[in-house]
């Protein structure tokens, strides 16, 4: 990289994970915030949409039509799902497209009409797509010109199961994945259950047996553990029980897997498997025996901690993943993924430690 | 019951079960709280312990020493296992006893000393003594003079399990129970991982595979199987695996259970034994298709809530069950078991709802 | 009273304090709820709106139009200000009205409109109006038809001052009240600032120097100051400094009281004259020296503790007042006013004790 | 500087201000954490007593004695008073000590007795050292070896008053504080209040009249007032107000400043002293009128944000001042002093954004 800055438009600026990529990409040598697209806050100042983030010299909110692509490198889209692949499809092809919804993860095209109920209108742009889960996909996300950011639950999920997937040491008929989410999860839009006095002291199930990241986290399972061959495997070979949950949080994302050993494996054989995975990794870390990960020791940040337990039925392996929603989860894999495609150093403008307390 | 009083003496007063039980005995119609025993603050104003009580008129706190059981109807104890059993025996033979310790659930001793780490020297008591969930065994806790009330988790877990396992709808072979509580079920003990800036923004799993209230539940769910017809079936028999975890709530606890229903039966089959089990029940209520519990629903109150529903993979039922651990897992099922006890109707003084929010 | 139930219509079911209401009236022995106005709402079961109140046997949620008030007894009104006053002046007269909206607490039009942006077309209704600080005013609410309930600020304001404006050991002309309040305060309407992920861990003043509670308080202090001997006397001879602030809590009010002693007055005089006001009170609580009241020990309760200090200034008194800005600052005081205005004890319905943790 | 690392001792590590100078130290690109004191955690690696810096590579915790100070360049001291002096006045004289603790604050022994319950044996080492206000003593900071970081409370007080103070534009006589922080400002120590279940729904004041954070504040402002011309000024001069509050959040610090505009000073004149004292600094922010800070927006970093308001009263100004407690208060306040210390850009590893939500 020469000295010159990367001139970077975030679409969808007003949202959590919008806002999260800019209080990642201010300290970031390499990105200049050119634009910042928010339709309905176009004219305001970043500060009075995010207070916080008053003492960053950013530019104001503008609508799309103020953009001027030619001027830009890079475009990270915080859009909802449909809304995305609308306007992902008009970018010039010199844009490189960080993509934080949902629109280019699923590569069956019936099963994203099946889960998001429309039809996928952009398939043709597919050859240009890698699935973003930064650690499993990193050639794949250099060659392309989208990435399609993991949704938060199959981040922490993927990074806790593909290395056992891969490694054949466990039974893929059994799944379960209980997780959960601090309410950030659920966006900045209005909505009576993300209120304060609805949530706090409140802890519930939600989506169960219909949540949309379910399908994606099947797909993923089932290309790694190769059972096609095909580069465009759909879901159904591996199914998945997966439900979520909301915690009284704002960040935070933990999943505890339950899952058996295959026939002949042993527990320091998963281990080993995970370690290995683990090696050379700036933000995945498998914890020592007897640890148990928590939301609190990654919040903030892009770690993922995994932590790996002997259930008292035999053969059973339990094992807990858990991220920051909205970094490792979000904008921070999304920074991660763009510092892929631009040959930086992966871990620039996330050198940021766990805020605790 | 004629208009004379039940006199009652609370051991343990000044932990967070017996404060609860004091919330709810004050305007309970027939409960005189006689003696409130509590070693490490004897001569306090419970007002210095719990101000939340300082409009209550209640006596101070004593040291065990100086109860004169003579007087005494009933005992509530909200004592630690160990010092629970070794108290309870000492008491004089007229007095009922509501224990809300480990001390009486399990009913082989065996599997006491293996869990507890001390052994069982009051296993001549079990005579007098019945397992204290109030739906399963009114005829059993009426007959008893000492009341095991269960672990709060087991409390939740059996209210949903029960009525299936009874019905023989579910398998009993791959039970798994993802369970959670706030923080007060670790009690008011000075631990760092309760203090709020350790818990606030935080989830994390704790005791995979070893919890206390696996044997209690399995022992529950092996008795309702029938599968020994022995009185004093040990664990072994239904294996279940429990993992609870913490959120950063004060009250509540639900437990999100994973089954597969047995072979030739219906999710119909199933909801019509649940049902039938909440008929008549003035605590226990299954929610509507669609409709999925939470922990602030029935906070503060002696309520249990359940939902039932499909899972994603074939033949797969989702349990939802939720207390108040300290009520409904502890001082209020305590309340209950002691109107049962006494022939009084089974909610007096339990008449509060939920506080929400 | 006769056995006959009061029957009781709830107009504004939906809100938090229409809520509360159903909370408490639930397990009252003399309130028959005949009919829960909701217009939004109107034909859902009172479970869809509040799932807390699953339990209770009450009757689906109703349009306005809906209900025969030929049938009533008594309005309980959780409206907003303006529609409140609108409906209430279409009520029969032999209907007793508990009104928790703001508009008959202002006993002077000019200063409503002023403060509320609109005129008020009820004047006329004064006649049978008392404000309903239940303490200050039991023989006017015994004699009215229409209770005004006092906004919940100034209920733990007022609580907290009139003992002392009243027997003149305090000045009136440098009052400095730093307010707090829980969440539930704002109301269960939709705004971005009441979202879980944009209160939790923050605190900020709001509305300072212009919140609508600050007439009333100084409306109330004037009148009690008797400087005018009217009883319609506006506000401006007293002038207070009121600063609310939000905490990430639901439920709680607390107020500190910056005072300054009369010239001649002593600290004692000041304990003196507010232990008196105290006396016999059921809800009302001075706390001893050195004990600091707070919102979790009065928390779903009726109850008001108040604390008073010695500044480090000389002459400087510190007084602190805590209610639960849903029971006592709204719900609660109006089932209080409720039982005066039927001539019950003032205390059914609300013997429970603060829920702890 | 040359690349050559600044070779760094925390002392007092395992609190939360040591923890969280940690945080902000490992990217820092000239601090080298060469060794970690925490006597009860000698032998512990960090990761056992802070599981959110797993992924630093930092040193195992020691004890004291195992340090050698000769090869150290910097001391940043995170313990309690009294111990801290004891320490640091046996450290060799090449060290430069960034003090965190009470011990230096106050530079009247007298008053430092007083308030803290014992000698101050070290007045000696008073030639040597600076107050930490970095705002306000950057030559004196730059000049002295022992830095004396300023409580918390002083932080977000002084920064809102001192420019008031010393453009004359307020009373000096009745300057009321109502404060409130998170709980961490009450550190990790084991305390009952300070549990989760004690602090979640509670708002309570503590310390009235009597918090040894109000002589530091009172000796800022007397030095400010240049009332005495003397370089060891006591309290007295200028006497505060000073409420503390506990609120339910981990971090952030408030501050409600009640203050009176000097005779013929207008409120313009007040918020352009503070506009021009905020010129140029990094972290001291006037917000826009209107706009109301909170802790929210502050937190985790080391900003810190002032609004100000006219109040209803004549003459009144209020002004709320905002930090993190364990950032701009204590941890990264003590880094901007390292970076003035040793002649770095003052900004440098503090360039992170608040974290929202």
Chains 1, 2, 3, 4 share one sequence.
Request: contains cysteine; charged residues 20%.
């Amino acid at each position: 990289m020469t000295a010159k800055q990367i001139r970077t438009v975030i679409i969808g600026a007003s949202g959590y994970t919008g806002g999260d990529f800019m209080r990642l990409a201010v300290p970031h040598p390499q990105i200049e915030l050119t634009g910042l697209v928010a339709n309905t806050h176009a004219g305001k100042a970043v500060a009075d949409v995010y207070p916080h983030l008053r003492m960053a010299n950013l530019p104001d909110m503008v609508a799309l039509e103020d953009i001027n692509f030619d001027d830009c490198d890079a475009v990270i889209c915080g859009l909802p799902h449909g809304t995305a692949q609308d306007i992902i499809s008009t970018l010039p092809k010199h844009i490189k497209v960080i993509d934080m919804s949902a629109d280019f993860r699923l590569r069956d095209t019936k099963t994203y009409e099946q889960w998001y109920g429309r039809a996928h209108d952009n398939a043709n742009l597919y050859d240009e797509v890698s699935y973003g889960l930064s650690e499993h996909y990193r050639n794949e996300i250099k060659a392309a010109r989208i990435i399609a950011c993991p949704g938060c639950y199959p981040t922490a999920a993927l990074l806790a199961l593909l290395p056992l997937v891969k490694a054949s040491v466990i039974a893929t008929d059994n799944i379960i994945l209980n997780a959960i989410s601090g309410v950030s999860g659920a966006g900045r839009a209005l909505k009576q259950n993300t209120l304060f006095c609805e949530t706090s002291e409140g802890f519930s199930p939600y989506a169960i047996g219909s949540h949309r990241h379910t399908p994606e986290i099947e797909q993923e399972l089932s290309r790694a553990a190769d059972k096609s061959g095909s580069d465009t495997i759909g879901i159904g070979e591996i199914e998945v029980t997966f439900t979520p949950h909301l915690v009284p949080m704002s960040r935070g994302e933990l999943i505890t897997c339950y899952l058996t050993l295959k026939e002949g494996t042993s527990h320091d054989d998963a281990r080993a498997a995970m370690q290995k995975a683990c090696e050379g990794e700036p933000f995945v870390h498998l914890v020592p025996e007897g640890v148990t990960p928590g939301t609190q020791h990654v919040r903030g940040s892009n770690h993922c901690l995994i932590g790996m337990f002997k259930g008292k039925v035999k053969n059973q392996l339990i094992v807990v993943s858990t991220i920051d929603n909205l970094v490792k989860g979000s904008a921070g894999q999304a920074m991660q993924n763009f510092n892929i495609t631009f040959g930086l150093k992966e871990t620039t403008g996330l050198e940021q430690l766990p805020l605790f307390p």
